[in-house]
Each structure stands twice: as structure tokens, then as C-alpha cells.
């Protein structure tokens, strides 16, 4: 279905009109558009291995390491080296295997898997890396109590190495927009000028006090230095769940989550101390929408850096992904020409 200034893959003119107009007066909080510089001519990696530990996600007992190492092809890849007869997981949109909680990534063998991607993969388009391999001894990612600023650090104490092919852009055909439940969409619009740049609107309304949240931002290693702080979100009876009753159940009971890595919200106030303040604001759920789970849906297209313009209220991941198969499946990514 089409209109005339937009592609709906999902709902129809009327509801996507309304949901704009209800986006359209959510106020903006914070923008933060940097110029862009120049753009990169060249494909990049790292410059020498680096490793960051952390305790696990889903096994807070336990201690777990992430080896990013150069590659020079290819893209982003996983590899489980406790897995030695399965093959390296691509980051792309073909390999992801569930969204129910968080992007699980997964190739071959249901037992090759690595879970809880988004946070990672987001520095893939964030930091302009365009090929990495990461290795690991387990589907279980380290968590950290600032965000992924661990890993932020980790790759630029890597250095960055330039490679002779020339970076590929790619953006959309058309603007192309796809509803969701509870009065979310998406809308992707092709880059709009002679620099190949991403922008992203991005608005959360949650019914607890993080409340109506809005950032309109340009992806940059500098803005992503500043938005992988924030932590992921969960409500206060969440928390008191994975305390409780969430202790019956294996994939709660061994969760690492602590009052210092997750930002914890109740109705009318936070548990702890919220981070990200503008003008005495917290924007940390914002931040965090934008920079660590958006932009991880982005770098899942595998052909290259996608530049344009991404509208999103109140998305999650399952519409994240299922916007990336939908641009594959529709014949809508196209490259990008750098004058």
C-alpha cells in the first residue's frame, strides 16, 4: 500500500496520520545534529586485538569476554570458540533467530547463538567500523554498569585501521513507514542531501517516570560515545519480580541485572539514580532507545553504512527487525552515491 509521500508495509494511511500527528506534538528534548565531516572514502577495521570482561548477562555468576579482533572483510561476525565445529554467526538481518526480549543472533545450529547483540552491534554503524570479528566462549554477553561504554573504550584503545575498498552506503529507494502495536511506527526516509549522514527522531512514552521522551540525533562516534552510557530500562515490580517469584525460573534466577547496570523506574519516581541529564532531565530510556537499540536494528544491514532518516515512536526491537526484513524483502535499500 502506498501514498504519496510514503510506503506503508504495515497499517494503513489513516492510522499512520494519526500516529504522526500524536509523535508530531510530543515535544523535543534534546537535539543534537553535529556537521558531519567529510565523508569516509575507505572501509575500516581495528588496528590490534583488544578483549573486555564483564559479568554475564544471563549468568551474572559468571565472568564473560568479548575478543574483538581486525578483520578486513566480510562485516561483523561471532564466533563461539567453545562451538569449534560451528561456523562465525553474521551480523546481518538473515541471522537473527528471536526479538521477544532482545536481538538473538543465530546460525546453523540452534545451539550457535549469541544473545543480547543489540548492545554490541549498535558500535558496528556507531563508531563507523565497518568489519570486526568478535570472538567468545559463550551465547551469553558481558553486562556492564556504565552502559556499553566498555566497549566503547575497548575498540578505541583498539585503534582504527583504514582498508583499501571504498565504503559502501546505502539508504532507501523511498520513504517507507510500518506500524506496530500500541500505537508504534517506523518510518525510514532516503538521506536527504549531498552527505551521506543518519539522523534519527526517536520518542519513548512509558507509564512509569521515565515518561514522554524525545532526541532527535545524528549518529556519530561522538554522539554514540555519549549515548552508549545509558543503561537499558525495566519497571520497579520487574525488579521485584526477578527478586521473588522470578527466582523459580532458570532464565530470571542467574540474570546479572544489579541496581548499578539497569535503570530501574517506578510509577512516580526512580529506584535509583537516573543518568544523561539535560537541563535537569534524565534521557538515559531515550539514549538508550536511540543509540544502543535502534541503530543495532540499523547495522543488521550488512551491505553497508545506511544513511537517511529514521523516525521512531514508541518501537521496540520486533518492529525494529522486522522493518530491516521488510526493506530486504521489498527490493528497498539501494546505494547511496558519494559525490
Known sequence: MTTPDCRILGGSPAELEARLARFSRQPVDREWRPEQ??????????????AVTGQGTFFGRARRTLHFEPATQGGWWFDRRDLPDQM??????DTVWTTHRNIVLCSGSPHNYMRMVEHIIALKRGLELDHLLIRMDSGDPPLFDRGSMDLVEALEQAGRRTLDPPVNYVTVRQPVAMLGPRDSFLIFRPCPGPQPVLDLDCAV???????????????????????????????????VFSKTIGQLFADVRNLGYTTRNILIA????YFNTPGL?????????????????????????AEGRFVGE???YKAGHTLDVAMIRALYAQDLLCPYPVA
Not at 565531516?37 to 583488544?50: G, K
Not at 512509558?206 to 530500562?233: D, M, S
Not at 517506578?266 to 519516581?269: E, L, N, Q, T, Y
Request: charged fraction near 25%.
Open 205 to 239: 512514552d512509558f507509564r512509569t517516570a521515565i515518561r514522554r521522551q524525545r532526541l532527535r540525533v545524528r549518529i556519530t562516534p561522538e554522539t554514540v560515545r555519549y549515548g552508549a552510557l545509558a543503561r537499558t530500562n525495566c519497571t520497579f515490580w520487574q525488579m
Open 310 to 312: 529514521v523516525l521512531s
Open 266 to 269: 517506578s510509577r512516580f519516581g
Open 88 to 93: 562465525p554467526i553474521r551480523v546481518a538481518a
Open 37 to 50: 565531516s567529510a565523508a569516509h572514502e575507505r572501509q575500516t577495521t581495528i588496528a590490534r586485538p583488544v
Open 277 to 301: 541529564l539535560h537541563e535537569g532531565k534524565s534521557l538515559e530510556a531515550v539514549w538508550h532507545r536511540a543509540i544502543l537499540d535502534l541503530t543495532a536494528a540499523i547495522a543488521l544491514i
